[in-house]
Protein backbone atom coordinates (compact mmCIF):
# COMPACT_ATOMS: atom_id res chain seq x y z
CA UNK A 1 0.00 0.00 0.00
CA UNK A 2 1.20 3.59 -0.61
CA UNK A 3 1.42 5.88 1.85
CA UNK A 4 -1.77 7.58 2.65
CA UNK A 5 -1.86 11.42 2.46
CA UNK A 6 -4.59 13.74 2.98
CA UNK A 7 -5.41 14.46 -0.54
CA UNK A 8 -6.15 10.47 -1.82
CA UNK A 9 -9.37 8.98 -0.76
CA UNK A 10 -9.81 6.23 1.08
CA UNK A 11 -11.26 4.97 -2.50
CA UNK A 12 -7.68 6.12 -4.17
CA UNK A 13 -5.44 4.27 -1.48
CA UNK A 14 -7.53 1.08 -1.50
CA UNK A 15 -7.07 0.34 -5.37
CA UNK A 16 -10.43 1.53 -7.22
CA UNK A 17 -13.51 -0.17 -7.97
CA UNK A 18 -11.90 -3.70 -9.11
CA UNK A 19 -10.95 -3.65 -5.31
CA UNK A 20 -13.92 -2.55 -3.69
CA UNK A 21 -15.99 -5.10 -6.00
CA UNK A 22 -13.43 -7.93 -4.46
CA UNK A 23 -13.91 -6.70 -1.03
CA UNK A 24 -17.54 -7.34 -1.09
CA UNK A 25 -17.45 -10.44 -2.90
CA UNK A 26 -15.47 -12.20 -0.74
CA UNK A 27 -17.63 -10.38 2.06
CA UNK A 28 -21.16 -12.29 0.93
CA UNK A 29 -19.42 -15.22 -0.06
CA UNK A 30 -17.95 -15.84 3.50
CA UNK A 31 -21.52 -15.16 4.70
CA UNK A 32 -22.79 -17.66 2.46
CA UNK A 33 -20.06 -20.30 3.27
CA UNK A 34 -19.51 -19.84 6.69
CA UNK A 35 -21.50 -21.63 9.53
CA UNK A 36 -20.03 -18.73 12.11
CA UNK A 37 -22.21 -16.61 9.95
CA UNK A 38 -25.40 -18.70 9.69
CA UNK A 39 -27.39 -15.70 11.97
CA UNK A 40 -26.36 -12.98 9.76
CA UNK A 41 -27.21 -14.86 6.67
CA UNK A 42 -30.68 -15.98 7.92
CA UNK A 43 -31.36 -12.05 8.34
CA UNK A 44 -30.82 -12.08 4.56
CA UNK A 45 -33.38 -12.42 1.56
CA UNK A 46 -32.75 -15.86 -0.10
CA UNK A 47 -30.60 -14.66 -3.20
CA UNK A 48 -27.46 -11.78 -2.24
CA UNK A 49 -27.43 -10.53 -5.57
CA UNK A 50 -29.03 -7.45 -4.52
CA UNK A 51 -27.16 -6.85 -1.11
CA UNK A 52 -24.04 -7.60 -3.21
CA UNK A 53 -24.41 -4.93 -6.01
CA UNK A 54 -25.79 -2.12 -3.46
CA UNK A 55 -23.30 -2.71 -0.71
CA UNK A 56 -20.57 -2.38 -3.56
CA UNK A 57 -22.67 0.97 -5.05
CA UNK A 58 -22.65 2.34 -1.92
CA UNK A 59 -18.68 1.82 -0.13
CA UNK A 60 -17.97 3.50 -3.57
CA UNK A 61 -19.25 6.46 -2.66
CA UNK A 62 -18.52 6.20 0.96
CA UNK A 63 -14.95 5.66 0.03
CA UNK A 64 -14.70 9.22 -1.65
CA UNK A 65 -15.09 7.41 -5.05
CA UNK A 66 -17.46 7.85 -7.53
CA UNK A 67 -20.98 8.08 -6.08
CA UNK A 68 -23.11 5.45 -7.56
CA UNK A 69 -25.42 4.44 -4.83
CA UNK A 70 -26.98 8.08 -4.40
CA UNK A 71 -26.98 8.01 -8.64
CA UNK A 72 -29.04 5.19 -8.78
CA UNK A 73 -31.33 5.07 -5.55
CA UNK A 74 -30.80 8.03 -3.71
CA UNK A 75 -29.94 9.01 -0.14
CA UNK A 76 -28.86 6.18 1.23
CA UNK A 77 -31.07 5.86 4.77
CA UNK A 78 -29.09 2.71 6.09
CA UNK A 79 -30.77 2.74 9.04
CA UNK A 80 -34.48 3.06 7.43
CA UNK A 81 -33.73 0.54 4.94
CA UNK A 82 -32.15 -2.02 7.88
CA UNK A 83 -35.04 -1.93 9.45
CA UNK A 84 -37.00 -4.68 7.95
CA UNK A 85 -34.66 -7.36 9.31
CA UNK A 86 -33.67 -7.88 12.69
CA UNK A 87 -30.35 -6.20 13.68
CA UNK A 88 -28.69 -7.31 17.05
CA UNK A 89 -25.80 -7.29 18.70
CA UNK A 90 -24.74 -10.85 17.26
CA UNK A 91 -25.74 -9.89 14.16
CA UNK A 92 -23.70 -6.60 13.85
CA UNK A 93 -20.42 -9.26 14.83
CA UNK A 94 -20.92 -11.70 12.88
CA UNK A 95 -21.24 -8.48 10.04
CA UNK A 96 -18.25 -6.48 11.60
CA UNK A 97 -15.92 -10.45 11.74
CA UNK A 98 -17.24 -11.21 8.42
CA UNK A 99 -16.11 -7.82 6.34
CA UNK A 100 -12.74 -7.77 8.45
CA UNK A 101 -11.98 -11.24 7.53
CA UNK A 102 -12.57 -10.66 3.47
CA UNK A 103 -10.30 -7.56 3.50
CA UNK A 104 -7.55 -9.96 5.01
CA UNK A 105 -8.57 -12.41 2.59
CA UNK A 106 -8.70 -9.87 -0.79
CA UNK A 107 -5.20 -8.80 0.94
CA UNK A 108 -5.54 -5.55 2.22
CA UNK A 109 -3.06 -4.04 3.85
CA UNK A 110 -3.55 -3.73 7.86
CA UNK A 111 -3.07 0.40 8.11
CA UNK A 112 -5.96 0.37 5.46
CA UNK A 113 -8.27 -2.63 7.17
CA UNK A 114 -8.19 -1.13 10.70
CA UNK A 115 -8.83 2.40 9.58
CA UNK A 116 -12.15 1.11 7.35
CA UNK A 117 -13.24 -1.32 10.54
CA UNK A 118 -13.22 1.94 12.74
CA UNK A 119 -15.72 3.15 10.40
CA UNK A 120 -17.67 -0.05 9.57
CA UNK A 121 -17.97 -0.35 13.48
CA UNK A 122 -19.71 2.92 13.80
CA UNK A 123 -22.09 2.17 11.15
CA UNK A 124 -23.15 -1.30 12.46
CA UNK A 125 -23.24 -0.40 15.62
CA UNK A 126 -25.96 2.42 15.03
CA UNK A 127 -28.17 -0.04 12.60
CA UNK A 128 -29.25 -2.51 15.40
CA UNK A 129 -32.75 -2.03 15.90
CA UNK A 130 -33.76 -4.53 18.09
CA UNK A 131 -32.93 -5.36 22.09
CA UNK A 132 -30.64 -8.23 22.67
C1 LIG B 1 -24.96 -4.66 11.31
C2 LIG B 1 -25.33 -5.72 10.66
C3 LIG B 1 -25.97 -5.65 9.29
C4 LIG B 1 -26.93 -6.50 8.85
C5 LIG B 1 -27.54 -7.67 9.61
C6 LIG B 1 -27.28 -6.07 7.50
C7 LIG B 1 -28.21 -6.68 6.72
C8 LIG B 1 -28.65 -6.23 5.49
C9 LIG B 1 -29.76 -6.78 4.75
C10 LIG B 1 -30.61 -7.96 5.18
C11 LIG B 1 -29.87 -6.06 3.62
C12 LIG B 1 -30.93 -6.23 2.51
C13 LIG B 1 -30.44 -7.06 1.40
C14 LIG B 1 -31.50 -7.16 0.31
O1 LIG B 1 -32.51 -6.43 0.33
O2 LIG B 1 -31.31 -7.98 -0.59
C15 LIG B 1 -28.86 -5.04 3.65
C16 LIG B 1 -28.69 -4.09 2.68
C17 LIG B 1 -27.70 -3.16 2.71
N1 LIG B 1 -26.72 -3.01 3.66
FE1 LIG B 1 -26.62 -4.00 5.40
N2 LIG B 1 -26.52 -5.00 7.16
C18 LIG B 1 -25.71 -4.70 8.22
C19 LIG B 1 -24.78 -3.70 8.27
C20 LIG B 1 -24.46 -2.88 7.23
C21 LIG B 1 -23.39 -1.91 7.23
C22 LIG B 1 -22.43 -1.68 8.41
C23 LIG B 1 -23.41 -1.30 6.01
C24 LIG B 1 -22.53 -0.23 5.48
C25 LIG B 1 -21.30 -0.03 5.87
C26 LIG B 1 -24.49 -1.87 5.25
C27 LIG B 1 -24.85 -1.50 3.98
C28 LIG B 1 -25.92 -1.97 3.29
C29 LIG B 1 -26.41 -1.42 2.04
C30 LIG B 1 -25.84 -0.25 1.28
C31 LIG B 1 -27.53 -2.16 1.69
C32 LIG B 1 -28.46 -1.92 0.48
C33 LIG B 1 -29.60 -1.08 1.02
C34 LIG B 1 -30.73 -0.86 0.04
O3 LIG B 1 -30.53 -0.16 -0.96
O4 LIG B 1 -31.83 -1.36 0.25
N3 LIG B 1 -25.10 -2.82 6.00
N4 LIG B 1 -28.12 -5.17 4.81
Do not use: C
Request: aromatic share 10%; no cysteine; hydrophobic share 45%.
Amino acid sequence: MEAMTDTQTLYEVIGGASRVRDMVDRFYDLMELEPEFALLRAAHPPTLDNARERLFMFLSGWMGGPDLYVEAHGHPRLRMRHMPFAIGTQERDQWLRAMAWAMEDVGIAEALRLRLMESFYQTADWMRNKPD
